[in-house]
């Protein structure tokens, strides 16, 4: 690093140092977030613990202990990558989900995957034959669960191939690969939660 850069690293720290009173109230950020405790070598996490990409899986920081939990998690640059629930004893270095018995998740080659099976193959169809369109950067992918079943929805609609039997204290899963970025959703969604889901809470907040 050169003494340039140095000096740029250090002005942008000390600046924080200072006792002039704000001018405008900085939004609270959002205590719940990706995981970097939890997350695989070679997984890179930025944008304030929101984006995802490298190589690896990684969880949420937050369990999902709501009776009704929703999240969000947006394509922004497409890839390998799957989308769902985990335990922390899932592998994360492993780059697809689904892929022992502590991980549940949509894939982006249209498969929902547990424990190295194809539990559903979505049916991918073009506008005119009124089938799910194919997963593409830019699409939001929902994620309900409620304790009973696990649900996807693609640009706010419903994927019909609910997963159930999900065991063991659940956390928001994002696995990436071959270039792909995913954003995830914790709040402010783009698309309406189902009726009676809200935003992951944090435990004490439940009380």
């Not at 984006?51 to 998690?73: D, H, I, M, T, W």
């Not at 335990?87 to 270095?93: E, H, M, N």
Request: net charge negative; hydrophobic share 35%.
């Amino acid at each position: 690093m050169s003494s340039v850069s140095v000096f740029c690293c250090l002005k942008g720290c000390l600046d924080g140092f200072n006792f002039k009173a704000p001018t405008h109230n900085i939004p609270k950020p959002n205590p719940i977030q990706l995981d970097t405790s939890f997350m695989g070598y070679e997984v890179v996490i930025v944008k304030w613990g929101q984006r995802a990409c490298g190589a690896g899986g990684v969880l949420g920081n937050a369990p999902l202990v709501q009776s009704k939990s929703y999240f969000e998690v947006k394509i922004q640059q497409g890839g390998s990558w799957s989308v769902g629930l985990a335990t922390r004893q899932t592998d994360l270095s492993l780059t697809v989900g689904g892929m022992d018995e502590f991980s549940w998740t949509l894939c982006s080659d249209h498969i929902l995957r547990h424990n190295k099976q194809e539990l559903h193959k979505l049916n991918i169809a073009s506008n005119s034959e009124g089938g799910l369109q194919s997963l593409q950067e830019g699409d939001i992918i929902g994620i309900s669960f409620d304790h009973i079943q696990l649900k996807f929805y693609l640009n706010g609609n419903e994927i019909d191939c609910p997963i159930s039997n999900i065991k063991g204290t659940t956390y928001p899963a994002l696995y990436v690969d071959d270039g792909a970025i995913l954003d995830i959703i914790l709040e402010n969604f783009t698309y309406p939660p189902p009726p009676g889901f809200d935003k992951i809470m944090l435990e004490q907040s439940l009380l």
